[in-house]
C-alpha cells in the first residue's frame, strides 16, 4: 500500500515537499515515482528513482525545481518542489514498480494528493 501526503495550497514561487510511504513490501525492492494529473488532462510523468537512489529522471518542465529522493529506513520517497508554478496545479501520485522504472503502466499507486499553486 502506497499512501501519499504533503500536498497543499501554495503562492507561485513557493515549496512542498511530497511524502509516499510504502507498507507491506520490502521498499529496497521497488523503483518508485511521482506522477501527476491536472483537470482534463491524462496522467503525466514526474519524476522517477531507481531502487539504489543513484538513477534519477525528471520531465523537462521540473527540471532544477523539483528533487525526488529516498529513504530505505522510512519506507519512504519525497518530492521536494520549489518555484512552483500554476501549472504545476495536478493530483500527484506516487507509483511503484518492482522491475522496470516507475511508469504509468506499474501496478502500485497511491492515492493521490492535491497541489493548487495560486498566481
Known amino acids: ?22 507498507s507491506g513490501r520490502p521498499f529496497i525492492m521497488f523503483n518508485m515515482g511521482w ?22 529522471n525528471y520531465t523537462d518542465s521540473v527540471k532544477g525545481r523539483f528533487t525526488i529522493s529516498r529513504d530505505d529506513a522510512k519506507n519512504t520517497v519525497y518530492l521536494q518542489m520549489s518555484s512552483l508554478k500554476p501549472e504545476d496545479t ?13 511508469s504509468t503502466s506499474s501496478s502500485y499507486w497511491g492515492q493521490g494528493t492535491q497541489v493548487t499553486v495560486s498566481s
Do not use: H, M, W
Open 90 to 102: 495536478a493530483v500527484y501520485y506516487c507509483a511503484a514498480d518492482p522491475v522496470r522504472y516507475a
Open 35 to 56: 506522477f501527476r494529473q491536472a483537470p482534463g488532462k491524462e496522467r503525466e510523468f514526474v519524476a522517477t528513482i531507481n531502487k539504489s537512489g543513484v538513477r534519477k
Open 1 to 22: 500500500q502506497l499512501q501519499a501526503s504533503g500536498g497543499g495550497l501554495v503562492q507561485t514561487g513557493g515549496s512542498l515537499r511530497l511524502s509516499c510511504v510504502l
